[in-house]
Structure formats: structure tokens, C-alpha cells
């Protein structure tokens, strides 16, 4: 994931695991987060495409995770400010 962010040329820098889709929208909706420059980056919600309720449950533990420890996974789509990751150091 470094090599790739290091080699990227954009303003942010989206981390999506391959077998995850972001929905519609998506390019306008970190456009519209990042426009503020008090905030770095961020993650889309995770949800399963699966009607079991047991699925459900899994995207609560994930919300609560998030709300509790701000640490999304990356099923859900992470993205920064790629000048904030290069002074972090990358990952």
C-alpha cells in the first residue's frame, strides 16, 4: 500500500480492498468531506449485500468499532489527504 501512495499523483488517496464497491456518489461524497481542511481523511460505511440478519449484526460491530476506537476496517473504504499521509510516514 505504500509503494502505490508513494507512486500516487492525486490529492487524496482512496485504500479499497478488492473485493469491496463503493457506492454511487462516492468520488462527490470524499470531495465534499475534504473541501474541510480540519479533516484528514475518512471511511464509508461498512453494509454486507446480503438480506441474513446475521449480517446485520456484523455491520453493528463494525459501527461500534468505528464510533469507539475510530478505526475503521478497510473493507469500508479509507481515504486521506495524501500530503497527511506522506507526513505520517505512510502506513
Not at 505504500?2 to 464497491?21: E, K, M, Q
Not at 454486507?48 to 446485520?56: D, G, T
Amino acid at each position: 500500500m505504500n509503494a502505490g501512495a508513494f507512486s500516487a499523483t492525486g490529492d487524496i488517496l482512496l485504500f479499497l480492498h478488492a473485493d469491496t464497491i463503493l457506492e454511487d456518489g462516492w468520488v462527490q461524497a470524499i470531495a465534499g468531506v475534504v473541501k474541510d481542511r480540519s479533516i484528514a481523511g475518512g471511511a464509508f460505511a461498512f453494509a454486507i449485500q446480503n438480506p441474513s440478519k446475521k449480517y446485520r449484526v456484523v455491520e453493528e460491530w463494525v459501527r461500534l468499532r468505528c464510533f469507539l476506537f475510530r478505526l475503521p476496517y478497510g473493507d469500508q473504504g479509507i481515504f486521506v489527504k495524501r500530503d497527511v499521509f506522506h507526513e505520517l510516514g505512510g502506513i
